[in-house]
């Protein structure tokens, strides 16, 4: 059973770097036929896609989001990460990692079970 | 960017009942349609993909139609755990945009 679980700050200032971290059990982040993807939902909104790498390390960006956004993998410790730079208040969200079959059909089979992060100083 | 827009908004309806939600995609993606149930304070769950095939485990009163623009999601009988927020989501192009979803309440 493939696992997600994200770490990393609860509180980021503005203007700073949001920084998470995505551990991966049951799976491997290097198996191929998988994306590893990030999401977020604002409080009491919808679903926004941020981005997602595969195993060779190709990645894509929301592009409303894209000159912020890095998302990388270490395959040594089974993770990927997200890196948001200059935050501001409307970057407050709850921030799932989850992980996207992608042979064929593209679906975000499982997920990890969010982490809010709040902008403010 | 490819837009979904979901209806209704929200729905209310009774344990038993059969209730359908449609998603409409601002240009054609094939079958790329995936469907989400999120319970609250909860991460959401996949229960369709590939437009009309239903994820291993998920429940066989869940189903899914539709290709090209228009798509539904089918909910027959109605159980107390059903009552939650649904969306939709395209994987036909990046970015993978979700619909704005459907809130889905008892009556």
């Known amino acids: 059973q493939v696992q997600l679980q994200e770490s990393g700050p609860g509180l980021v200032k503005p203007s700073e770097t949001l920084s998470l971290i995505c551990t991966v059990s049951?799976?491997?982040?290097?198996?191929?036929?998988?994306?590893w993807s990030w999401i977020r939902q604002p409080p009491g909104k919808g679903l926004e896609w941020i981005g997602n790498?595969?195993?060779?390390?190709?990645?894509s960006y929301n592009p409303s989001l894209k000159s912020r956004v890095t998302v990388s993998v270490d395959t040594s410790k089974n993770q990927f990460s997200l890196k948001l730079s200059s935050v501001t208040a409307a970057d407050t969200a709850v921030y799932y990692c989850?992980?996207?079959?992608?042979?064929?059909?593209?679906?975000?089979?499982?997920w990890g079970q969010g982490t809010l992060v709040t902008v403010s100083s | 960017d490819i837009q979904m827009t979901q209806s209704p908004s929200s729905l209310s309806a009774s344990v038993g009942d059969r209730v359908t939600i449609t998603c409409r995609a601002s240009?054609?993606?094939?079958?790329?349609l995936s469907w989400y149930l999120q319970q609250p304070g909860k991460a959401p769950k996949l229960l369709i993909y590939?437009?009309?095939s239903l994820q291993s485990g998920v429940p066989s009163r869940f189903s899914g139609s539709g290709s090209g623009t228009d798509f539904t999601l089918t909910i027959n009988s109605l159980q107390p755990e059903d009552f939650a927020t649904y969306y939709c989501q395209q994987s036909y192009s990046t970015p993978r945009t979700f619909g704005q979803g459907t809130k889905l309440e008892i009556k």
């Open positions: 790498i595969y195993d060779r390390g190709g990645t």
């Open positions: 049951g799976g491997s982040v290097s198996r191929g036929s998988y994306y």
């Open positions: 590939a437009a009309s």
């Open positions: 989850a992980r996207d079959y992608g042979s064929g059909w593209y679906y975000l089979d499982y």
């Open positions: 240009q054609s993606i094939s079958s790329y």
